[in-house]
């Protein structure tokens, strides 16, 4: 019994002159970070981490500790090191193992890691260099490629036009739409069409609706363990999107234009299973984020008092040439680029470890291993001298020239550097094809049914509506 009371007081001094002696006690937060994460760990599970961390950094500062070996940070000269100019030998926690494609059972062999999953700077730096050619503006701008995103615009439109002035629920629709078009740019001819075709709707369906946060972080925090977890603790598995992928990339021709098209090309050195888990990843990871980012944009639309920004749109919108690009509408790029601020469709801390010797970042030094982030959440609304009323939605505060380099330099929705998201181009073309084809045909205010604001639950991927749901009622413009 005595040695157990020794045994406990060696452990609690242990854990206090860690604490009190860690390079990371002089950064600011709340004094137990100095000794435990789990609150934080528990902020994870209960789906508030974003919130939580966004407090911190609003009571503390742009610099704020997280627990004893993990900061966080919101300026721009610490998202510039950890991500950018600086940023090279900054490798990826294990958190983005999460992220793993097709994962097997125990006693097979170990999952293929995706693109953005891979912790080491040289490998991802490498796999990306594949995906360069074909996530640049001038392939998907390509007319085969843009036909496809187009004639899925059409058909969105035209599913909002057959409920008449019955309320449309956008948020299937949008999600929809993001996974036809994503497939259709990977698997080109190919391409899932879950718009107007039921057994496509269930893809994204099994996609979509889910809510796997806590099964998935049992798996990150307990890895020696989850092998013997029973099949309830275990994340959703998609057996339908896997089997589509898998026949997709089993195809013997794609179109030049088309990712799976690049991916089974000789020189990448990828198996069929590695470039299939590869298009998986881009699938779940498009399907979120355009399909969760055009839903928020088209709710804050809809609201009585966003009513000028939406009119200010339709009036752009109908006053271009009908063959005018898409780079082209200023204001548009203004709307979609505010919804993209208040709602990134990364709304997650982007987890790093500190490269070997430490580095200084933001003034503080800042040991090797560390775990540092930055989440754009929080960039976008604790730095008001740039973003005066952050929690407004206002496209007009990107048509004001007037600190228009800062705003874009603190612009972090797809993170930043050679690590940012891959499908960034891809992404935007959809939202503006999409908002194209709808506000200059109809406005869109909220049906009656619906809640006077929009819910968002913290999520893994991207933020969501309360209930996954979003009903707006099309009108007609003459």
């Known amino acids: 019994m005595l040695s157990l009371w020794i045994g406990a007081i060696l452990l609690c001094g242990y854990l206090v002159s860690r604490g009190f002696t860690s390079p990371l006690s002089t950064i600011p937060g709340p004094w137990y970070t100095r000794f435990t994460s789990l609150w934080l760990k528990f902020k994870e599970f209960t789906a508030n981490r974003r919130e939580y961390v966004h407090q911190m950094h609003k009571i503390y500062g742009p610099v704020v500790r997280l627990g004893p070996n993990e900061v966080s940070f919101t300026s721009l000269e610490a998202i510039k090191e950890i991500y ?102 990977m698997f080109s001819p190919g391409g899932l069409k879950s718009l107007n075709v039921a057994e496509d709707f269930e893809i994204m369906h099994e996609l979509t609706y889910h809510n796997s946060l806590q099964k998935s972080l049992l798996e990150y925090y307990l890895p020696q363990l989850s092998p013997y977890f029973p099949t309830f603790l275990h994340p959703r598995s998609a057996p339908k999107a896997n089997q589509y992928v898998l026949d997709m990339a089993a195809q013997s021709e794609h179109d030049n234009h088309s990712l799976m098209e690049k991916l089974k090309r000789k020189e990448t050195n990828l198996q069929l299973l590695q470039a299939a888990a590869e298009c998986k990843d881009h699938m779940a990871a498009g399907i979120d984020t355009t399909g969760d980012g055009l839903c928020f944009l088209m709710w804050e ?54 490269p070997a010797g430490g580095r200084d970042i933001d003034g503080f030094f800042v040991p090797e291993h560390t775990i540092v982030s930055c989440q754009p959440y929080s960039v976008h609304r604790v730095n008001e001298s740039v973003f005066p009323e952050p929690g407004r939605f206002n496209p007009d505060r990107w048509i004001d020239e007037e600190g228009a380099a800062e705003r874009n330099r603190l612009f972090f929705s797809f993170a930043t550097g050679g690590r940012g998201c891959t499908g960034k181009n891809l992404a935007l073309v959809e939202m503006k094809t999409l908002l194209r084809e709808v506000y200059s045909r109809y406005r869109t205010t909220v049906a009656s049914d619906m809640t006077a604001s929009m819910e968002l639950d913290d999520q893994i991927i991207s933020s969501r509506p309360k209930g996954q749901c979003c009903k707006l009622v099309f009108t007609a413009v003459e």
């Open 84 to 185: 950018a100019s600086g940023g090279s030998g900054y490798d990826k926690t294990e958190y983005y193992d999460l992220f793993r494609q097709f994962k097997t059972k125990r006693g097979e062999d170990p999952p293929r890691k995706i693109q953005h999953a891979k912790a080491d700077t040289q490998q991802h730096s490498k796999r990306k260099r594949i995906f360069a050619e074909r996530y640049a503006m001038t392939n998907i701008m390509k007319p085969k490629p843009m036909a496809a995103i187009h004639e899925r615009a059409m058909t969105f439109v035209s599913k909002c036009a057959e409920a008449g002035q019955g309320s449309v629920n956008v948020y299937s629709l949008l999600h929809c739409y993001a996974l036809d078009c994503v497939t259709h740019f």
């Open 301 to 354: 639309l809809s609201q009585p008092h966003n009513a000028m920004f939406q009119r200010r749109l339709h009036e752009e919108l109908i006053a271009a040439p009908a063959d005018a690009p898409l780079d082209s509408y200023v204001y548009l790029d203004a709307v979609i680029r505010e919804a993209l601020r208040c709602a990134p469709p990364i709304p997650m801390s982007l987890p790093r470890y500190v």
